[in-house]
Nanobody, 124 residues
Framework: QVQLVESGGGLVQAGGSLRLSCAAS????????MGWFRQAPGKEREFVAA????????YYADSVKGRFTISRDNAKNMVYLQMNNLKPEDTAVYYC?????????????????WGQGTQVTVSS
């Protein structure tokens, strides 16, 4: 069992930065790949970024590539999403998720555990 709690969301102007954090409970955290998804009002929840259990491989949606960076600290049971050059279209609730799968990281159905989400609002 893994419990996830996101933090770090807020209101920022376009071009600004935010760093989201996800605190995980459970002694097996390091065995899970981790992902970030987001959901804007009236839209489907979409993949943003993922990182393998070791941190050796990362994956990004095309819309955030070059602006967002996912990282993890297994010693602290933490996952982070550094978001730079934010745009109004990045406005959404951001969710942290954990998966025991070895692939299909872009598919939300692959994920076993989800956090409650944190709101990110980017003003123009």
């Amino acid at each position: 069992q893994v419990q996830l709690v996101e933090s770090g969301g807020g209101l920022v102007q376009a071009g600004g930065s935010l760093r989201l954090s996800c605190a995980a409970s459970g002694r097996t955290f390091s065995s899970y790949a981790m992902g970030w998804f987001r959901q804007a009002p009236g839209k489907e929840r979409e993949f943003v970024a993922a990182i393998t259990w070791s941190g050796g491989h990362t994956y990004y949606a095309d819309s955030v590539k070059g602006r967002f960076t996912i990282s993890r600290d297994n010693a602290k049971n933490m996952v982070y999403l550094q978001m730079n050059n934010l745009k109004p279209e990045d406005t959404a609730v951001y969710y942290c998720a954990a998966t025991s799968a070895a692939y299909y990281y872009r598919n939300r159905a692959s994920y076993d555990y989800w956090g409650q989400g944190t709101q990110v609002t980017v003003s123009s």
